[in-house]
C-alpha cells in the first residue's frame, strides 16, 4: 500500500465550510476507490463551536446530496496537527493567516486555499454569513474535485 495522504480542511468555527469540505472529500475518495489511501478530518480556528454538531442548514446540504456527516463535532486545530497532516486547507484568507498563527508559520508550504486548486482561485463564502448554503456546496465541491485531482496524478498504481 503507498502513501496516505493526510488532509485537514478548517474554517473558523468547524460546522459549516470546513466540515462540507471533510465530507465531500471523503465522499469522492470513496467514489473513486481510494478511501484506504486518505485520511480527512476538518477543524475550526477558533475556539467559538468547540463541541458543536455541523450547522443544521450545512448538513441539510449535505443530506440533500447523499452525504452524511453523523457524528462530527467541532474542535479546534493545534500546532501538532501542521506535522499530523500532509495538506491544510483553508476556505479564506482569514482562515490561513489564523492556521499560520496557530501553526507558527508554514516552513513546508503544507497551508493553502480550497478554491485555489480550481480554475477561479479564492475563498469560499461563509454561508454563516451569506446564508447561501447552495453556493458553498458548489464552490466545495469544485474545490475538493480539483485539489483529488492534483494528488491523485501522484498516486501510484496499486
Not at 446564508?131 to 465541491?141: C, E, K, P, S
Request: charged letters at 25%; proline letters at 4%.
Amino acid at each position: 500500500m503507498g502513501k496516505t495522504y493526510r488532509i485537514l480542511f478548517v474554517c473558523h468555527g468547524n460546522i459549516c465550510r470546513s466540515p462540507m469540505a471533510e465530507f465531500i472529500m471523503k465522499d469522492l475518495v470513496a467514489k473513486e476507490g481510494l478511501s484506504g489511501r486518505f485520511h480527512i478530518e476538518s477543524a475550526a480556528t477558533s475556539t467559538e463551536e468547540i463541541g458543536n454538531e455541523v450547522y443544521p442548514p450545512a448538513k441539510q446540504e449535505l443530506a440533500e446530496h447523499g452525504i452524511s456527516c453523523k457524528g462530527k463535532t467541532a474542535r479546534q486545530m493545534t500546532a501538532a496537527d501542521y506535522n499530523r497532516f500532509d495538506l491544510l486547507i483553508g476556505m479564506d484568507r482569514w482562515n490561513l493567516r489564523n492556521m499560520k498563527a496557530i501553526c507558527g508559520g508554514d516552513p513546508d508550504n503544507k497551508i493553502h486555499l480550497l478554491m485555489d486548486y480550481t480554475k477561479r482561485p479564492g475563498e469560499v463564502a461563509d454561508p454563516w454569513y451569506t446564508g447561501n448554503f447552495d453556493a458553498t456546496w458548489r464552490d466545495v465541491l469544485e474545490g475538493c474535485s480539483a485539489l483529488l485531482e492534483s494528488i491523485a496524478r501522484y498516486l501510484p498504481y496499486e
